[in-house]
């Protein structure tokens, strides 16, 4: 077999430089028919329904305002140039759509179409075209043993995309647009995602990394520098790390995967950030995923996956589920049209997610069995307006909250990972203010973190491993004490509650307890009688670490606990009255004061208006007022006695 390559064919006095997509044999050359556009048929549709198998129609420059469908196999359609061969739209319809076999398509520019160039059925090659201002660039769709080669496809809003395709060819093709979806591969069996793609494609400058059947396969800047677009297709253990993709239909894409990590990955204006399907047992940890026009993440029957720690923000979707067994944790999901979307899944863990003004924040349907929290804490939502009843930062009124949550978080969840002596800690944070900064000072054995709330109060309720931070119950705010309203200890943790003001503050935890200032105020010195309920109060006590406990001695032998407690005495006598104020970090306190208890009835000689329950002001006043009225009535009756006896005159 003889092979020619068609260097420079002349029709009607016109120069062509093609590229010959597939060898053509001497037999074929010989029995081929050449048709010219407009030398023959003034339009390209007229050429093609004229031509025969084999025939080739050369176009020469020009503009050509039409729409073509190639409905005939086997026939070649070669433009004098891309540069100068023009066909030009109206952005409705399709440029050339091929729906045929063995069809060849070279050396046009296709501008102002819906689709530019659609390509459909078996062996088909498109070649050295630039394709420009459409929504779809070049489409291959159901279509198989293909050449797409050497084109330019220049912002459409989907430059280059296969779907429902098989064992197609790719080189050497030039994607761009920062406005654009770039690439995009994707279908419905593993069929659809081989194909055959090389590094000489480029999305704006970088190339596609298009990897199958790998396995133990490290991919980060270092061994995939410059990387346009990620697809892995049938392999296991990758982890991919610390890359940037931007503008494509799926920055990453995981087809036929398991047992693989994507971690601090930053996924931005793609239409999908990560795309997993029919890949189990895939985590994506602590990434950032923001403004995907559709999803943040879409899991398709990839069951037993987590997703863990990321920022997934202003997507339409900030997670699609379609998949089973899954735990969902730790996410920010912020400012997305929906939260979570939900559709046939079932048996996921979503927990300790931050759930934040998000125009809906779940949307499910066909699912069951999905946790949203787990029997004691569950996640934070921006528009749960229930109530803490007893500061345990989890909510306790209006629940189960979105029909899901039974114990919505009062603030948003963080948590940070702490080193000491080559250990690893966890600390975890509900918040409702803003938490940042947080250190660990290995020579003092503190934690600072700094905070800031324009709110009125705020709370944080902080969860500190006792191994970490030995006196993790002495915390001060800019060297202040904070208002503790819980303290929770058990074996290993620390957990306390404490609230703030408005502004910025220092956080300090673990301060030596030598540094404790704290003072108990039983109150001034009191007077009563005997039974009469009298109340004692503690709150002007003082401390920059907080107070655990209040015990009252009354003097007679009985005691109370409590800020503020209530006593009476059966027994005429002086009374010393001792508060014991205890600190978070044990430290003792205590302050006193005199009760003097006299006979009911009668305090120093005068009447007793407690005992009849009237102020001694109000019993005077009584008795001024008796004395007048007497003194009135006298006068009126003297003054009436007179005038009778001067009328008997």
Known sequence: MFTFILVSPIINGSFYAAVQAEPLTLTTLLGANSISVPGNYSKIQDAVNAAQPGDTIYVDAGTYNENVIV???????????????????????????????????????????????????????????????????IWLNSASDGLVSKNYVLDCEHNLRLSYSTNNTLTENTMQGYSSYNFGLFGSSIEHYFQSIDTSNTV???????????????????????????????????????????????????????MSTIKNVNLVNNKIGVELFKSPNVAILDSNIEGNMYHGIISQDSPQGTISGNNIIRNTDGIYMSSNSSSIQQNTI????????????????????????????????NSERNAFDNGKEGNYWSNYRGEDSNNDAVGDTRVPHEQLDNHPLMGKYQNYQITKEGNNF????????????????????????????????????????????????????????PFFKNVIFNE??????????????????????STAILVAKAGPDQKTTT??????????????????????????????????????????????????????????ASDSLTVTVEQSGVINGGLDSEKFDTPTWLLALTVVVDFIAVDAIAFLLLTRLKRKKEVVR
């Open 204 to 258: 704006n400058d970088k190339p596609i990394r298009y990897i199958t059947n790998a396995e133990n396969l490290d991919i980060n800047p270092e061994t995939y520098p410059d990387l346009g677009v990620l697809l892995v297709i049938n392999s296991s253990k990758i982890t991919v790390k610390d890359i940037t993709v931007s503008n494509n239909l799926a920055a990453i894409l995981f087809a036929y995967v398991s």
């Open 426 to 481: 966890t600390i975890e944070i509900i918040s409702s203010g803003n938490i940042s900064d947080l250190r660990f000072n290995q020579t003092k054995g503190t934690l600072t973190l700094e905070t800031f709330t324009d709110k009125t109060e705020s709370f944080s309720r902080i969860t500190i491993p006792k191994a970490l931070v030995n006196n993790a119950s002495i915390v001060t705010i800019n060297n202040s004490q």
């Open 531 to 588: 039974n009469r309920i009298m109340k004692f109060d503690g709150n002007s006590s003082t401390t920059n670490l907080g107070i655990k406990s209040y015990k009252w001695a009354f003097g007679d032998g009985t005691s109370g606990t409590g800020v503020t407690a209530s006593h009476s005495y059966s027994m005429v006598g002086n009374y010393t009255v001792t508060l014991e104020v205890t600190d978070i970090a044990g430290n003792i």
């Open 492 to 513: 290993t943790h620390a957990t306390i509650y404490l609230e703030y003001s408005r502004g910025f503050g220092k956080i300090e935890i673990g301060a030596s307890s």
């Open 334 to 365: 912020q400012g997305n049209e929906v939260a979570f979307r939900l559709d046939a899944s079932f048996d996921n863990l979503f927990l300790y997610n931050n759930i934040v003004d998000n125009q809906k924040q779940t949307n499910i349907i």
């Open 71 to 137: 409905k005939k196999s086997n026939i070649t359609i070669i433009g004098h140039d891309s540069s100068d061969t023009i066909l030009l739209g109206n952005v409705t319809g399709t440029g050339f759509r091929i729906q045929a076999s063995n069809v060849v398509l070279n050396g046009f520019k296709v501008r102002n179409f819906d689709t530019g160039i659609y390509v459909t059925g078996a062996g088909n090659s498109v070649t050295g075209n630039y394709v420009t201002d459409g929504k779809f660039g």
